[in-house]
Nanobody, 118 residues
Framework: VQLQASGGGLVQAGGSLRLSCAAS????????MAWFRQAPGKEREFVAG????????YYADSVKGRFTISRDNAKNTVYLQMNGLKPEDTAVYYC????????????WGQGTQVTVSS
């Protein structure tokens, strides 16, 4: 499966952005999808995931209540709605897919930059 992320940009603290990740090349509904992020000088970290069957969602504690992950299987797209953005959310955001349901990132998109100014 190929993944193409988009929607990043520069936003002030407290603002919102919606990231999109379009999938192609395989049956999208057979993949669990996730968003990860990597800030400068830090390791890549899990942000949010959505299961392939039940649509159950999972979030890192740092974004719980502010970010929402969703998927549209008809459009082969997963979204990350980010509200109440903070400067510490600044990072490159990556979408990832896997069949295991463990959000281990077997396939990766190219990343989209999110910058939150204070």
């Amino acid at each position: 499966v190929q993944l193409q992320a988009s929607g990043g940009g520069l936003v002030q603290a407290g603002g919102s952005l919606r990231l999109s990740c379009a999938a192609s090349g395989d049956t999208f509904s057979s993949y669990s999808m996730a968003w990860f992020r990597q800030a400068p000088g830090k390791e890549r970290e899990f942000v949010a995931g959505i299961s392939r069957i039940s649509g159950s969602t999972y979030y890192a504690d740092s974004v719980k209540g502010r970010f929402t992950i969703s998927r549209d299987n008809a459009k082969n797209t997963v979204y990350l709605q980010m509200n109440g953005l903070k400067p510490e959310d600044t990072a490159v955001y990556y979408c990832a897919a896997d069949r295991s349901g463990l959000f281990r990132g077997d396939y990766w998109g190219q990343g989209t930059q999110v910058t939150v100014s204070s």
